[in-house]
């Protein structure tokens, strides 16, 4: 017998005493709290990131533990919708980055890249990405951060190509390049 068992009685007495007589309201803030605060843990050993602010910012734009994988692609999915919608090359070729990295159709971050591929993401995402890089660009390298910036800018560059141009002229709007020059703004 668990000489602990009476104690978690107990424990898990006390807790549900607690809850049953506690304003349901106020239950549900310290449930969302405690859930938040996980996310935040979760992330924060997942990423390596200390900045309780960048973690805050990476919950709150919906980043967990399997979409954090996804955060690497985020930069071509603003580019993709840079124009006011994805084209189908565009897609295929975010797709393509996605399977490149490692990312599985089917995967937690697969499905969370479609969807922000088919509705377009919240205005937030770009501005705590950009914090994320920030962030983890502190504990890298310079060789690394420029490995990086290398990396995604040209990803960002080969899907603001990909649907072309008018006769293979301009491939690349002005607007995706004003996304662009933000994406490689924050790999500086």
């Not at 960048?54 to 930069?75: F, N, Q, S």
């Not at 705590?128 to 290398?150: C, H, N, P, Q």
């Amino acid at each position: 017998m668990n000489a602990n068992a009476p104690i978690e009685d107990c424990r898990r007495v006390l807790g549900e005493e607690f809850f049953r007589t506690a304003d349901g309201e106020v239950v549900v803030r310290l449930r969302a709290q405690r859930v938040h605060d996980q996310s935040v843990a979760q992330l924060r050993a997942l990423s390596g990131i200390r900045d309780g602010a960048v973690i805050a910012h990476l919950v709150e734009a919906g980043v967990d533990t399997e979409t954090l994988v996804a955060l690497a692609l985020v930069p071509l999915v603003a580019v993709a919708w840079s124009d006011g919608s994805v084209k189908p090359a565009e897609r295929d070729a975010v797709l393509r980055a996605a399977r490149e990295q490692g990312i599985r159709e089917g995967s937690g971050a697969c499905d969370c890249l479609e969807r922000m591929l088919l509705e377009r993401p919240s205005a937030g995402l770009l501005p705590a990405w950009i914090e994320y890089v920030g962030a983890l660009s502190a504990r890298l390298t310079i060789a690394e951060r420029d490995a990086l910036a290398a990396e995604i800018n040209g990803r960002a560059r080969e899907i603001a190509e990909a649907a072309g141009g008018f006769l293979g002229l301009a491939s690349i709007s002005a607007r995706e390049e004003r996304v662009l020059i933000e994406i490689e703004a924050a790999l500086e």
